[in-house]
């Protein structure tokens, strides 16, 4: 069965800093683009980050650039969020997932998505 276990969440005051980890099983860990979205109370879910099988690239969400840090442990298939600097507005549910997009030869494309439990991250003012 295709797992993903989220965990590392928690209460934290404002400038402190939290890391995050998904420990993922079931699928080809290195064939997958993961990543996390987080989910405010009131609020759409938005991606937060997302890290190459290929070649280790990140990209992350303005609102976190330079304070999130996300990384990969390929023997361990787990994935980390590094958080620094936290904001009250951080407050979130935070979801990781597996996504992968398989091309056909014939063109068709197929979207493989997994998503996992997600873990609470609330910061105090």
């Known amino acids: 069965d295709v797992q993903l276990q989220a965990s590392g969440g928690g209460l934290v005051q404002a400038g402190g800093s939290l890391r995050l980890s998904c420990a993922a099983s079931g699928f080809n860990f290195d064939e997958y683009v993961l990543g996390w979205f987080r989910q405010a109370p009131g609020k759409e879910r938005e991606a937060v980050s997302s890290i190459s099988p290929y070649d280790g690239s990140t990209v992350y969400a303005d609102p976190v650039k330079g304070r999130f840090t996300m990384s990969s442990d390929d023997a361990k298939n787990t994935v980390y969020l590094q958080m620094n600097s936290l904001k009250p507005e951080d407050t979130a549910v935070y979801y990781c997932?597996?996504?992968?997009?398989?091309?056909?030869?014939?063109?068709?494309?197929?979207?493989?998505?997994?998503w996992g439990q997600g873990t609470l991250v609330t910061v105090s003012s």
């Open positions: 997932y597996a996504d992968r997009v398989v091309v056909s030869a014939d063109g068709s494309t197929y979207e493989y998505a997994y």
